[in-house]
């Protein structure tokens, strides 16, 4: 039995820690330049965090330290984003700006697993250099912050693919070809140029530096955190549509910008999971647009509003331009089919993703002519290439096991005393990493009323959706301590 080596966990976990301390100290300028109260928080914050990871990686580096086995990545990835998220709650907490651990914990996880969902009922009333910091926390979980320390620490070799797996943050590279480490840096410098490319047209269209900077890292990361109480509502329709089509291509596959950055549109045009995903999106939103404007909304306004909130809820940004739960109750539960969609693979979205469905689709379809026509040769293809079987149960094994714990967290959640429209919105936003549900945690509320038990668990469920639920659904199992 290969034992599981504490010294490697320790490691990575002291590296993040420490990367996690550098971007929270940018804050403490934010702090400084509104003149903010929080700033010896995010002094402390920062410094505690810093040395935290430092002791960590300092005591537990060596000259030839062993690369990290998949059991290692799975339960050092795990733990990473717990204590990372732990970690994240301090400026809330010694501001005073979140007192509650459990909220201040729900916020945190929320921000790091781009999930959106919030417990704050006052945003604004909230220090700049506080909401920065939570709109930062989704920039830094988006792209995934263990793809940064492989990008950045290349000694861990081969060991890179064992954690990038377990992460969940390079899921389809096959394209790009080269090493993990340099398509972790080729996604990290794509995202960092849709960052800054928003950021100017932001600007260009009259929002402000620091709205800008927050909205942009909300959208690229496709988190839906915002500054303001109302989200995107009060903003004019410009920007609107630049935070939609940048929404869109954060749900795009990060490999298939990277082609046509290269040159290569052709190939990347040519993906089959970018048409499923291109063709949910005008489908839903133009069916959207249609019952709103059959029911007295004018037609431009119907067409801004259903375009956003189905980008919205497709990447599972959860940026808010309507409350949807005021719209006829057909619109409204398209809003809640799209929690169950995604976008691409290898995006920053969340949920179940594209590229799933649609092997989900063609497997039925196969299985449907294999029973027409028994004597046929027929194979499950994707972009004209042949899925393995153990591919084929492995996709149909994911979406049952996605399926099952939305099941289950609703009963849960049902069985704390929470209504059950509010039980199904809550778990499956968080375990999409959406954030606005339904019922009263829909886009005009928020999860304050939640009871604590309840947030634990969603929290939980929040971690749980941005790892795939499967690398830390089985450090549970007794097989993975036996192997």
Known sequence: ??????????????????????????????????????????????????????????????????????????????LSWIVMSIFGAFPYLISGAIPRFVDALFESVSGFTTTGASILTDIES??????????????????????????????????????????????SVSKLKPRVIEVARRLWAIYVLLTVLEIIFLRAFGMNLYESVCHSFGTV??????????????????????????????????????????????????DQELHLYTFITVVASLGV?????????????????????TVSLMTCTGFMSADYMLWPSFAWHIMFLLLFASGCTGSTAGGIKMVRHLIAIKSIRVLIQRMIYPNSVVTVRYNNKSIDRPMVVSVFGFIFMYIGVFILGSVILTGT???????????????????????????????????????????????????????????????????
Do not use: C
């Open 417 to 483: 005393g929470i209504d059950i429209q509010t039980s199904m919105g809550s778990v499956a936003t968080t375990l999409g990493g959406i954030g606005p549900g339904i019922g009263t945690v829909g886009p005009a509320s928020n999860f304050f009323a939640i009871n604590d038990f309840s947030k634990f668990y969603l929290s939980f469920n929040m971690i749980l959706g941005r790892l795939e639920i499967i690398p830390l659904l089985v450090i549970f199992t007794r097989a993975f301590w036996k192997a």
């Open 221 to 270: 990361a496709t988190g839906g955190f915002s500054p303001k109480n109302t989200s995107i509502m009060n903003y004019p329709t410009p920007i609107h549509i630049i935070i939609t089509v940048f929404m869109f291509l954060s749900g795009v596959n990060f490999g298939l910008h990277f082609l046509l950055l290269t040159g290569r549109a052709k190939s990347a045009l040519r």
């Open 126 to 171: 909230l220090p700049k250099g506080i909401l920065f910091w939570r709109s930062l926390t989704h920039w830094i979980g988006g792209m995934g912050i263990i793809v940064l320390v492989v990008a950045v620490f290349p000694y861990f070799g081969v060991s890179a693919n064992n954690l990038s797996m377990a992460e969940g943050s390079l899921f």
């Open 1 to 78: 039995m290969q034992t599981i080596r504490l010294r490697i966990i320790l490691n990575l976990i002291g590296l993040v820690l420490f990367f996690e301390g550098l971007f929270m100290s940018s804050s403490i300028i934010v702090a400084i330049i509104y003149n903010g109260t929080d700033i010896y928080a995010h002094i402390y914050s920062s410094i505690i965090t810093i040395l935290s990871g430092t002791i960590l990686y300092v005591s537990t580096i060596r000259r030839n330290l062993p690369e990290a086995s998949l059991r290692d990545s799975l339960i050092a990835v795990s």
């Open 289 to 309: 647009t249609l019952i709103l404007y059959k029911n007295g909304m004018n037609f431009g306004l119907a067409l801004r509003d259903a375009t956003f909130q």
